[in-house]
């Protein structure tokens, strides 16, 4: 008969280690997630005034407009309407930048993960410098 094995324990210190693990990726996909909403968009950036200047302009259109206009416009005033929102609730990423800060440097080391992979996915320079990672690690 083959002998049984017994089932090993994780330690306390191995517990830890996940768990400091899952918080560190749970704080640098927090952070990222944030970056990427908050890409800037190519071309001249709009503001909350030329866009409520956009949606009045659908408006006095739309009653002119033959149906295959009116769905465009109506798209479009949805669209404005979205924009106008993320404008107007422009959300903090300071606490998101801080969290990243201190969980960056210790996943980095870990992961094995450059200081341009960063920087790559659009990382602010100050932010990897406050977290510790240079170009050289």
Do not use: C
């Not at 908050?38 to 006095?60: C, E, F, V």
């Not at 801080?98 to 341009?116: D, H, L, M, V, W």
């Amino acid at each position: 008969m083959a002998a049984k094995t017994t089932k090993k324990k994780m330690t306390a210190e191995h517990k830890a280690a996940l768990a400091e693990g899952r918080e560190q990726g749970r704080d640098i996909r927090a952070y990222l997630d944030a970056l990427e909403r908050n890409k800037p968009k190519r071309g001249r950036k709009r503001t909350p005034t030329s866009i409520t200047k956009r949606l009045a302009t659908i408006d006095a259109t739309m009653a002119d407009a033959d149906p295959l206009k009116r769905l465009q416009l109506v798209q479009e005033r949805i669209d404005l309407h979205e924009e106008l929102e993320r404008l107007t609730n422009d959300p903090d990423i300071s606490a998101l930048e801080k969290a990243f800060i201190n969980s960056a440097g210790p996943y980095s080391a870990r992961k094995n993960i450059s200081y341009a992979a960063w920087r790559e996915l659009g990382v602010p320079a100050p932010v990897l410098r406050s977290a510790g990672i240079s170009r050289s690690a």
